[in-house]
């Protein structure tokens, strides 16, 4: 099982100097008493901010995300999509791949 992905979990990217946070809107579902993440939780700085200088560009870094994060939970959804877990990945078309590193979350468990 995996973990359930909530506001302030700690994101790393391949081609980032440093981790960044997650930003989740508002709740409607809360896990451990913090907004829950979907898939669709990938917008560049709304949701995910820079990762300090990214090494592709040689320069500060500006995630650039196309598409949502996969796989997401196949059983549990949260504002009508998959809830984001701590497998989940999405990436950044300059290059890297984003990951979760830290969920924010330590007793709540997602398929």
């Not at 917008?43 to 592709?56: L, Q, S």
């Not at 330590?106 to 398929?111: D, L, N």
Request: glycine share 8%; proline share 13%.
């Amino acid at each position: 099982m995996a973990q359930l992905v909530t506001l302030g979990a700690q994101l790393v990217c391949t081609q980032g100097a440093a981790p960044s946070v997650l930003a989740v809107p508002a709740p409607t579902v809360t896990g451990e008493v913090k907004p829950t993440a979907n898939i669709m939780d990938f917008a560049p700085v709304v949701n995910i901010p820079p990762f300090g200088a990214c090494t592709v560009l040689q320069g500060p870094c500006v995630p650039a995300i196309a598409s949502p994060w996969t796989p997401g939970s196949p059983t549990v959804m949260v504002r009508g999509m998959p809830a984001l877990n701590n497998t989940s990945t999405c990436n950044c078309t300059i290059g890297g791949v984003i990951s979760i590193v830290a969920p924010a979350t330590t007793k709540e468990m997602v398929a």
